[in-house]
């Protein structure tokens, strides 16, 4: 997508990574599925266990994690049902992290007061780190902040200093490319000044949460009121009880964090990396600590009617006594108030359920148009020497489906280069990719477009040669344009990640593309070499072309009449390396940001090889070395042997 992303570089990577080397095994559609299924079911498991970690009591513990699956909020992000299943956003490197961001809480609370849980902490909020970035600082936010309340003074500083150094050097190979590549990370400028980055702000998030559209949205507010009232609890409990200050804090933080720029302006800027996280994602923060608060709001309230319940047998005379040891009454009380209070959130989440399982009917009703598809997609899939357009998520693409998914979306899970995906990625072209216009053949020269699939009762805007026609699908052909294109340079083009592919650009762009030409881009004012090259009518031709993107190479032959630039439709990165004749040449940025070489008249070899970050496999030892350290400092102890830790391991 977006032309190319280097995934490692601007995404987490460890769960793709672990979901793909066993789907080398049983297929990484048969992992993705069960993981899915598998994290979610269990994920109360591991609520449990870390208020066990964090040492709740059992009853506590037992009614955050039996509370945990049926969050909902307004906007379906954070951790319900409906930021994972088929139904909503699939956000599942997000259900990864929901794993270990408890532990890393938990752990981390436990590092101040017992200096042996310090292994576990940095394990656990390393792999938050590592699994998805926006957990992974909430996990990091917890070392920062939790020490202000912690109740050993004198350990605080050393155990803090502990676990982000050692976290940090843990994450080494995650956020060093991050940092030190940021300037080729483009800023999603169609969505940096709206709610999805910047967060709703203060007044609306705070009206969302006293009115349930944050934990019991489109139902009876049981958990919102349970998290108000375990607020107070906690609240007036806050000097006795060192751990009721922790959820205090974390929760107070985590909306803080919620609230975002909208709110705080210029004070976000304070946040490493504030330009590229997305606030609204915070809410997440919001539902995990507001799940012990609303945990402690029950047991307070169970309490409260229990006693209630008490003085009216002592009032009436009755008595319900006792069974095989158990009070009768406090558990009449608690199947009483289970009943009432889990009923609507019982009844919400059946109805979530049955409207996921219809929509999930619905696609596989879809026999046919897959039927119908899958003659196109193999021919797409032996001829790979463009990319394919049918239609994007911003026009008329959105209703061209195979069943209930668009086709360009379809195209992209069965691994074809697509265009109209934008915004997915922060690929340098994802931008340039949003101003894509169908009606100007230079787009299709510019973004290596060979392929276009429409429906079947609809006419292409330029000339095309029908491929094939199934059903209600129809691939057409552009016998012009590929993936390496031969071009003069025509002018310099300034740009940054935060101005390419504003729309001045793009249209300028497409026009040049039409004529053969383009600009070399000056990167944030860099030199832009020796200069641009001269211009002429016909630089020259590509003879011959093997374009591998998927394995990040290009294998091409060219005979150039004149000075000019071999471009190849492949987003810009400081990876690419490219050679020609066999002698390492200049990487050149052409607008907006694709790569291209200076070549000299005459035929020449060209290769462009994509090599990713320098060092990564000297940062991954580093890391693995701090990982190795907790792990000798946990089996020194015998801690593999504790029920704790195989809930961690799992």
């Known amino acids: 997508m977006n032309l190319g992303s280097p995934h490692l570089l601007h995404y987490q990577s460890l769960g793709a990574w672990l979901a793909g080397t066993l789907g080398r095994f049983i297929g990484s559609d048969v992992v993705f599925r069960w993981s899915l299924y598998l994290l979610w079911i269990l994920w109360p498991v591991v609520i449990y266990g870390s208020g066990r970690i964090a040492q709740l009591s059992r009853p506590v513990a037992t009614t955050t994690a039996a509370m945990s699956p049926f969050l909902v909020s307004t906007i379906f992000v954070g951790y319900e049902a409906k930021a994972y299943i088929w139904i909503g956003y699939g956000l599942w490197a997000q259900l990864l992290a929901s794993w270990t961001l408890p532990l890393a809480w938990a752990c981390t609370w436990r590092s101040f007061s017992d200096f042996r849980f310090v292994p576990l902490a940095v394990l656990a909020t390393s792999a938050t780190v590592a699994l998805h970035f926006e957990t992974g600082y909430l996990a990091m936010m917890a070392v920062v902040v939790l020490p202000f309340v912690a109740p050993r003074h004198g350990a605080r500083i050393r155990t803090t200093a502990t676990l982000l150094g050692a976290t940090l050097i843990a994450t080494l190979w995650v956020w060093w490319p991050v940092v030190t590549k940021a300037p080729w990370s483009a800023v999603n400028s169609t969505l940096v000044s709206t709610p999805l980055m910047r967060g709703y702000g203060a007044p ?387 607008a907006p940001a694709v790569v291209g070489v200076r070549v000299a008249p005459g035929v020449h070899r060209v290769v462009f090889v994509y090599v990713g970050q320098a060092n990564y496999v000297v940062m991954l030892g580093i890391s693995a070395s701090v990982v190795v350290v907790c792990l000798l400092a946990l089996v020194r102890r015998r801690w593999f042997q504790a029920p704790l830790f195989l809930v961690w391991m799992a």
């Open 204 to 590: 609306h998030e705070l009206r969302w949460l006293l009115t349930g559209q944050v934990f019991d949205a489109g139902r009876l507010p049981v958990i919102t009121v349970l998290v108000a009232v375990g607020f107070v609890v906690v609240a007036l409990d806050w000097r006795r009880r060192p751990l009721n200050r922790a959820f205090l804090i974390l929760f107070v933080a985590s909306l803080c964090l919620w609230f975002g720029p909208t709110t705080w302006g210029v004070v976000a800027r304070l946040l490493p990396a504030h330009g590229d996280l997305y606030f609204r994602r915070f809410l997440i923060g919001v539902h995990l600590s507001g799940l012990f608060l609303a945990a402690h709001g029950a047991l307070f309230v169970f309490e409260a009617a229990a006693g209630g319940v008490r003085r009216l047998e002592t009032r009436s005379h009755v008595s319900f006594g006792t069974f095989a040891g158990r009070d009768v009454t406090r558990w009449l009380t608690a199947l009483a108030l289970i009943a009432l209070a889990g009923g609507p959130l019982v009844h919400e989440s059946d109805q979530v359920g049955a409207a996921n399982a219809a929509a999930i009917a619905r696609q596989i009703g879809a026999r046919v148009d897959a039927a119908d598809m899958a003659s196109l997609v193999t021919y797409l899939e032996h001829h790979r020497d463009g990319r394919v357009y049918a239609g994007s998520i911003r026009n008329w693409g959105i209703s061209f489906t195979v069943g209930t998914v668009p086709v360009v979306d379809y195209l992209a899970q069965h691994d074809l280069d697509v265009v109209g995906l934008d915004l997915r990625t922060a690929s340098l072209m994802s931008q340039p990719e949003t101003h894509f216009d169908e009606m100007y053949a230079g787009d299709y020269v510019l973004f290596g477009v060979r392929y276009v699939v429409l429906p079947s009762v609809q006419r292409p805007l330029l000339p095309m040669t029908l491929v094939m026609h199934r059903g209600p699908y129809a691939l057409w052909k552009l016998d012009a344009t590929h993936y390496v294109s031969i071009v003069r340079a025509v002018g310099v083009d300034h740009a940054n990640r935060a101005t390419v592919g504003s729309l001045d650009s793009a249209v300028r762009q497409e026009q040049l593309a039409l004529r053969g030409e383009s600009e070399v881009v000056a990167w944030n004012g860099a030199d832009v070499g020796p200069g641009v090259a001269t211009r002429a009518d016909h630089p020259g031709r590509v003879l011959r072309s093997e374009v591998q993107l998927s394995l990040g190479r290009a294998d091409v032959v060219v005979q150039m009449s004149s000075d000019g630039y071999v471009a190849l439709s492949a987003s810009f990165d400081p990876g690419w390396r490219v050679s020609v004749d066999g002698m390492p040449a200049r990487v050149t940025m052409l």
